[in-house]
């Protein structure tokens, strides 16, 4: 079974500039765009802002090193 993850598990990583950058990702026309993909559970919005929170602790830590 795949490994699902929901808007309600990310919601407390994500920071301020987030929704813009996965707006630009999934080319959406703006943040309110992609904030109603989430909260409809879009699979590529949800997988762009999983994919961004992750690399930037991955950034977070390497940089920490």
Known sequence: MENVI???????KIRIG???LV?????AKSR???KQKLRRGNEQ???ALKT??????????????
């Open 23 to 27: 707006a630009e990702m999934i080319n």
């Open 6 to 12: 929901t808007l309600e598990q990310l919601k407390s």
């Open 18 to 20: 987030d929704y813009d």
């Open 52 to 65: 961004l929170i992750e690399k930037r602790e991955e950034i977070i830590q390497d940089f920490k090193k």
């Open 32 to 34: 309110d765009a992609v």
């Open 45 to 47: 919005a949800l997988e």
